[in-house]
Antibody, heavy 120, light 109 residues
């Protein structure tokens, strides 16, 4: 059973960089066949896809966030990470890491989500 | 990329069937058979209910079914049960990225 767990600061100051890590257990990121994704949900709102990374390092980002987003992978630790720069209050959201099927784009495993608040 | 359009709310009585629509464009829903549906209960992560338009993952009740016509996908829940009360989101592949729907709150009367 694959499990994903987000970790990182729950509070980030405006203009700083939000950094989160997702640790994957029960399966290897390097096994291929899946993208490793970040999705966020603003309080009381819908889901927003941020981007994903393949184990090889190939990345794809939401065009609306592309200038501020970096997703990286550390296969030795079975982790992948999200960095979102120049954050504002509008980036306050629950951030989920997830596994997305290559060639299907459905998300079959999700982390529990972590609330990140942007505030001074 | 714009969010796919879903009705804000749909309701039904126990045992009834309801259908949630998800309208996009020929660049997303209409262009690919990569439409998924997710169920989300309050405070929980979303759960995959339908993938590739009409396929159910193992363990998902056969009361949930999906279809697509043109630029609109649909999720039907038959034999509505109290536990089906949740938010539902569609998603579609589009140009190397993923777009979600606006979400629909399902209420069991």
């Amino acid at each position: 059973q694959v499990q994903l767990q987000e970790s990182g600061p729950g509070l980030v100051k405006p203009s700083q960089t939000l950094s989160l890590t997702c640790t994957v257990s029960g399966g290897s990121i390097s096994s291929g066949g899946y993208y490793w994704s970040w999705i966020r949900q603003h309080p009381g709102k819908g889901l927003e896809w941020i981007g994903y990374i393949y184990y090889s390092g190939s990345t794809y980002y939401n065009p609306s966030l592309k200038s501020r987003v970096t997703i990286s992978v550390d296969t030795s630790k079975n982790q992948f990470s999200l960095k979102l720069s120049s954050v504002t209050a509008a980036d306050t959201a629950v951030y989920y890491c997830a596994r997305e099927k290559v060639g299907g784009y459905d998300i079959d495993y999700w982390g529990q989500g972590t609330l990140v608040t942007v505030s001074s | 990329q714009s969010a796919l359009t879903q009705p804000a709310s749909v309701s039904g009585s126990p045992g009834q069937s309801i259908t949630i629509s998800c309208t996009g464009t020929s660049s997303d829903v209409g262009g690919y058979n990569y439409v998924s549906w997710y169920q989300q209960h309050p405070g929980k992560a979303p759960k995959l209910m339908i993938y590739d338009v009409s396929n159910r993952p193992s363990g998902v009740s056969n009361r949930f079914s999906g279809s697509k016509s043109g630029n609109t996908a649909s999720l039907t829940i038959s034999g509505l049960q109290a536990e089906d009360e949740a938010d539902y989101y569609c998603s579609s592949y589009t140009s190397s990225s993923l777009v979600f729907g606006t979400g629909t709150k399902v209420t069991v009367l």
